[in-house]
């Protein structure tokens, strides 16, 4: 009995045994097939070579992973948690309605008889293991959703990447052919009257995002400027495939919550208190967010375009955009990156709580206490959806390229191998030959490498001097041809490394 009434609850000491076995192998059962699809989309992704896949698909385990600590802890402790007695005066601030009810709020009997109430009713523990779950699970979905936008806008560069093996884009871009700057298609686009105006440049910027936020004129322009920045002139490098390599990794590092999201995420909740009325400005952030990135993209393409200006009024064939760092906030490229993490995930908060509000309470619960607070939140979650996706992401993958570094992707994952083999065993001979030196000199072992003559490229790399950000390297590649790296080859005596040259990384 409880509390006089004539309903019983069932405990495992009263329920039968097969009910129990048969939950229980529903559950296990379930469990197995999810662990056992995560193992075959991971082989499937070994397969293909998608290391970056793999990594985000780690990533999305270990998440699992803490969603499971987070519900254990909080099953075992929601006693402990409901026992801890607070008064009411402090009990009874930022709630999320504007009046307590009983119906709304189950005060511990413990807490009760002391004039007190709980901390964290035993209910509301169990609701809120369902609401980190949600959220969780809504950021999976949103990056999921976000990057198959981008991806599927991203499709047309293939045509673009195709184009320029032609004849007649080589004879259009043809270096003996000079002309004047702003005779160019890209100049044209980006040299106006309000591209040195700061004041001007950013209204007009802003604009721009919403219609050919990458067009092909872009495209083009940005990829020979990259090219010719760490390539030979002329070079067939496949520089389409090369940033869906770049997206692939980027996408293993946004699918995963780290400390700072789930901090945010956290004081989200806060402010869904009604004195904070944040139905008024809390959706609109992620919005801004995002809004200020695609500004900040469209505004470094006409920089670029800008400095290219002042260096030179006639082009010889394409116009040449020079890639560096300081066209980035702060100088630094990969702040965009953790901006568009924060954006997608507060986002995908704000849509997982608002599901989750209607779900659990209904549209008519004290979370939704206007008509303007639900349209408010659909309509913005949706667009910010859209908009990251299908326009803010391409953007991002094509102009992030443009930094002084190269990222490590530059190469296949076959080629990378033979480099990291090569320079294992290059500082292993530096160090047998110079066994005297404090610190050997790579430098002193160009002449002793083993060959790769299939790749004929000009690759700079310190070994002594790793960089910070270990996803960047500085390369300069004469000519890119199909590498096909022989074992033979790589088990020969130490010979000459054709067609490397060290510099330098950054």
């Not at 945010?264 to 904070?276: K, L, Y």
């Not at 997608?344 to 608002?354: E, I, V, W, Y």
């Amino acid at each position: 009995m409880a509390g006089g009434d004539d309903t019983t609850i069932a405990t495992l000491q009263t329920t039968p045994t097969w009910a129990v076995a048969s939950v229980c192998f529903i559950l296990i059962s379930v469990s197995i097939l999810i662990e056992h699809a995560l193992h075959l989309l991971a082989k499937y992704f070994n397969k293909k070579r998608r290391k970056s896949l793999i990594h985000a698909l780690n990533n999305v385990k270990s998440e699992l992973m803490l969603l499971g600590f987070i519900s254990l802890l909080l099953t075992v402790s929601e006693k402990s948690i409901a026992n801890i007695c607070i008064p009411k005066t402090v009990g009874e601030t930022f709630l999320p309605c504007k009046s307590l009810t009983e119906s709304e709020s189950e005060e511990e009997t413990k807490c009760k008889e002391q004039g007190k109430m709980s901390l964290l009713s035993r209910k509301g523990v169990t609701e809120l293991q369902y609401l980190i779950f949600v959220l969780a699970s809504f950021h999976s979905l949103s990056c999921l959703l976000t990057f198959g936008l981008g991806m599927a806008k991203m499709k047309r560069w293939e045509s673009w990447e195709a184009e320029t093996r032609t004849l007649e884009y080589q004879f259009t871009n043809d270096p003996r052919r000079f002309r004047l700057i702003h005779e160019t298609s890209f100049g044209k686009k980006h040299l106006r009257f309000w591209s040195e105006h700061r004041i001007l440049r950013w209204p007009a910027c802003f604009i721009r995002q919403f219609y050919q936020s990458v067009s092909k004129v872009d495209y083009l322009t940005l990829r020979h400027g990259f090219i010719m920045a760490h390539f030979a002139e002329g070079s067939n490098y496949d520089f389409q495939k090369y940033i869906k390599r770049a997206l692939e990794k980027d996408f293993g590092v946004v699918v995963r919550i780290s400390l700072w999201i789930w901090a945010f995420s956290m004081f989200f909740v806060f402010f869904n208190a009604h004195v904070f009325y944040n139905y008024l400005w809390l959706p609109f952030i992620p919005l801004v967010f995002l809004l200020l990135v695609g500004t900040k993209l469209q505004g470094i393409i006409t920089k670029m375009c800008l400095d290219s200006q002042g260096k030179a009024l006639v082009v010889r064939g394409t116009l040449l955009v020079r890639p560096s760092d300081h066209f980035f906030w702060l100088g630094k490229p990969k702040l965009l990156l953790h901006l568009m993490h924060f954006i997608l995930c507060q986002n995908s908060f704000q849509l997982a709580f608002f599901t989750w509000t209607c779900f659990k309470f209904g549209l008519g619960s004290c979370f939704h206490g206007e008509n303007k607070d639900i349209i408010i939140r659909i309509v913005l979650g949706v667009l910010v959806q859209i908009l990251c996706g299908y326009v803010t992401l391409p953007l991002y993958a094509l102009v992030t390229q443009m930094g002084t570094s190269m990222r490590t992707i530059v190469f296949t994952e076959g080629v990378a191998e033979g480099l990291k083999r090569w320079r294992r065993k290059a500082k292993k001979t530096v160090t047998l030959r110079n066994s005297e030196s404090a610190r050997p000199s790579l430098d002193a072992s160009l002449d002793n490498a083993p060959s790769f003559n299939a790749l004929d490229t000009s690759l700079s790399i310190d070994a002594d001097q790793p960089s910070p950000d270990s996803g960047y390297l500085a390369v300069e590649i004469l000519d890119e041809e199909t590498v096909s790296t022989k074992q033979p080859e790589l088990s020969q005596k130490l010979g000459s490394f054709e067609g490397f040259e060290l510099c330098k990384t950054s």
